[in-house]
């Protein structure tokens, strides 16, 4: 009876993954294509095996640059929504203070708005200060929608840590910021890696503020992509090559994250 | 928040208020810009009027924005029922440790961190019957299928991307929900013989309360503002079948340049996804709060 239960587990297991990695197959496949073998006859294998969509991208600068532009980007936003909202985060784990309960929700709703909504007042802002087409211009409006997600993520890991350590290192004389560095760090350590990854994956994938405050020196890898619909059709291989590209640094960061979310979290909150 | 007796400090407030000033100024600012738009009739940038709550009328009057919620709405609710079920019933399935826990969490993963063009450009050839791994399967299933000229099949495509490429955040969260339950739980389980249904109704569910609260929002957030996939899979048709709200709004703001009706309507929109929120919020939190109530007596 458990074992059927436990082999029914597995099938079900498998055919998600199944499921989960055809279209990454498929990408994969066009990526290995030609053009015209894409397009003409359908295939499990590439006809004519052909590495040249991945030469493209390597050595076309406008390309490849599509990716530094987006790592620094990411980079970043990541550092700056972590940066702030680990304290905020621990504000709202520990103390109950003035309207508490309300900035929470309110911090969520920014992750609520459209960026459509966003996408004129942002360009219009960002133009007046002079911060169109940088690296700094999109990694700010991501904020919006991470660093309320920072916030929620590790205020749930915070509340899953009792305050009584944070009570014997007050008493035994550590001031705020040593506490927090040197004790209380290291122990939401996987709740910082579990952000990050999220951080990464919604500020990596997002297109819209992404293209609007660029134009060409700060122009991320996924904007980039959609200049491969041009005139003379969509170039298909090359943008399978990149699409197939841009799943490799979040695969990395996934792999380290990977010890934490196993770790599991419950999330104290509620 | 947690219900406990938490110390009163309103100093507490400093360590909150880096977070306030940068969403402020990336959320708030742009936001008066919109309500500033949204009424007022600007003409030229030299000449503008204020119509007052004219263009939230006109909007609220929309029939094509009356069907575009109604598709929104049966889509985000179609997007819950079948990614929540699945991404638990995907974290239950999961291998617990070694090496499989890795490489199952790498592959689920995986489709995350597709951009979300791609993602749409993808199951755009994935889905056409001539080249298609997805089309060709389902022709030959015999299916006449089409996601470009058939209403239901589009509909049908669009959501099963959807669940495609998001059902590994609710397994994600889920997994590490499961995974924070200690084993002696399990144990005490088995020698009271409780049923498997029993350990995940009191022991698994209630742990993973927090997480899942993430999930739902989050999930009923974002698929209520999806865009990109469905603009690159379907470009909102054929007709009007995926048309959701956003692509309706990107309609009206970039395609006729409309700049206060879409205002207008980027408020009305927000203030529907907030209110909905907030309901879910509330409820799951009253949910939560009952369920512990019940484990304490």
Request: hydrophobic share 35%; aromatic share 8%.
């Given at each position: 009876m458990n074992e059927d239960r436990a082999r029914l587990r597995t099938l079900f297991l498998i055919a998600y993954i199944v499921f989960a990695l055809l279209p990454i197959y498929w990408m994969v496949n066009m990526s290995f294509k030609t053009n015209e073998d894409i397009l003409s006859s359908f295939s499990f294998?590439?006809?004519?095996?052909?590495w040249a969509n991945y030469r493209t991208i390597f050595t076309d600068a406008s390309w490849y640059s599509g990716y530094i532009n987006s790592l620094i980007i990411v980079a970043i936003n990541m550092a700056i929504s972590i940066t702030v909202a680990l304290p905020a985060a621990y504000a709202f784990s520990r103390y109950s203070f003035l309207g508490d309960k309300h900035l929470f929700f309110w911090l969520l709703t920014n992750r609520m708005t459209p960026p459509a909504v966003f996408l004129l007042p942002f360009f219009q802002l960002y133009s007046t200060l002079g911060l169109?087409?940088?690296?700094l211009a999109v990694a700010l409006a991501h904020l919006v929608f991470n660093v309320p997600l920072a916030v929620w993520i590790l205020e749930g890991f915070m509340s899953g840590i009792p305050r009584e350590i944070d009570e014997t290192a007050y008493i035994d004389g550590y001031s705020f910021p040593r506490f927090f560095l040197t004790i209380f760090l290291p122990l939401i350590k996987a709740g910082v890696g579990v952000t990050a990854f999220f951080c990464f994956m919604f500020s990596w994938v997002e297109l819209l503020l992404a293209r609007t405050l660029?134009?060409?020196?700060?122009?991320?890898i996924v904007a980039t992509m959609t200049?491969?619909?041009s005139a003379s059709g969509m170039d298909w291989a090359t943008l399978a090559a990149a699409g197939v590209l841009t799943i490799v640094p979040g695969a990395i960061v996934i792999w380290f994250v990977r010890h934490y979310i196993a770790k599991g979290f419950a999330m104290g909150r509620v | 928040m947690s219900t406990t007796t938490k110390p009163v400090n309103q100093k507490a407030w400093w360590l909150v208020l880096p977070v306030v000033i940068c969403v402020a100024f990336s959320a708030v600012l742009p936001l008066m810009t919109v309500v500033n738009y949204s009424v007022q009739d600007i003409i030229s940038p030299e000449r503008r009027v204020f119509v007052g709550t004219e263009w939230f009328a006109s909007v609220m009057r929309d029939e094509d924005l009356h069907a575009a919620l109604w598709r929104q709405l049966t889509f985000s609710l179609a997007v819950l029922a079948i990614e929540i079920p699945l991404g638990i019933m995907l974290a239950l399935s999961m291998?617990?440790?070694?090496w499989k826990a890795s490489a199952v969490l790498v592959i689920v993963a995986?489709?995350?961190?597709?951009?979300w063009n791609v993602v749409g450009t993808i199951w755009q050839i994935y889905g056409r019957?001539?080249?298609?791994l997805l089309g060709a399967m389902l022709q030959k299933m015999g299916f006449d299928y089409s996601y470009t000229g058939n209403a239901t099949h589009a509909w049908i495509t669009v959501l099963t991307m959807d669940v495609w490429h998001w059902t590994p955040l609710v397994a994600l969260l889920c997994y590490a929900g499961l995974r924070s339950i200690p084993d002696a739980y399990y144990q005490a389980a088995r020698i009271d013989g409780a049923s498997k249904f029993a350990v995940f109704r009191y022991i698994q569910l209630p742990k993973m309360r927090g997480v899942l609260m993430i999930a739902v929002l989050l999930r009923f957030m974002d698929s209520f503002m999806i865009y990109t996939e469905p603009f690159v899979l379907t470009?909102?048709?054929?007709?009007?079948?995926?048309?959701?709200l956003s692509e309706y709004l990107t309609q009206k703001a970039?395609?006729?340049?409309d700049v206060g009706p879409a205002a207008a309507f980027s408020l009305i929109y927000f203030l529907i996804i907030l209110l909905l929120c907030f309901i879910l919020y509330n409820w799951m939190q009253r949910v939560g709060a009952q369920d512990k109530e019940a484990g304490h007596e």
């Open positions: 294998f590439p006809q004519h095996f052909t169109m087409d940088t690296h660029t134009s060409v020196d700060a122009k991320p200049r491969t619909v | 291998p617990a440790r070694g995986l489709s995350l961190l597709i951009p019957a001539d080249i298609g470009g909102g048709g054929p007709g009007n079948a995926t048309t959701f970039v395609g006729q340049f």
